[in-house]
């Protein structure tokens, strides 16, 4: 089952061009998968520094 998320840290280098977001929720204290945006009706509101849109993604690889 997931849960909504916080993000908590976001951090960007510009050494490597990586983006690491920290997320944590109150309900998961020991989180396995993250999913964003994964339904196909979702808008995000995640963006880069072009304003270009973080794509859906997810971190899981199980049956749903």
Not at 11 to 19: I, K, M, N, V
Not at 40 to 62: C, E, H, K, S
């Amino acid at each position: 089952m997931f849960h909504k998320a916080n993000q908590s840290q976001s951090q960007y280098s510009w050494f490597t061009g990586e983006l690491s977001i920290t997320i944590s929720s109150d309900e998961v204290p020991n989180p396995v998968a993250v999913r964003y945006c994964f339904r196909n009706f979702q808008l995000g509101n995640v963006a880069n520094m072009a304003g270009l849109p973080l794509i859906p993604f997810r971190t899981d690889d199980w049956d749903q």
